[in-house]
């Protein structure tokens, strides 16, 4: 059994043409991570709209309390 064989490349690839995939490959991961970061801010978002959301339903289920104090109106003197 050959050596080569266990590898997931060819033994006649050329070094050179490996160091450029692996540079191409590099210059990925920035996008990768920034995908990643997006995602999650998007679902801390999402949790937080959800948060908010049942706040809010939370609120609007309460029966409101009316306000004794009245406004009264600003009379003009000239």
Do not use: C, W
Request: charged content about 30%.
């Amino acid at each position: 059994m050959r050596s080569e064989e266990g590898t997931s490349f060819r033994a006649g690839t050329d070094a050179a043409a490996l160091v450029d995939r692996l540079e191409k490959l590099r210059s990925l991961l920035p996008a990768f991570a920034q995908e990643a970061a997006a995602r999650r801010e998007a679902a801390r978002l999402r949790l937080q709209n959800s948060t908010l959301q049942t706040r809010l339903a939370e609120l609007e289920a309460r029966p409101r309390r009316h306000d004794t104090t009245t406004i009264q109106p600003r009379r003009y003197h000239p």
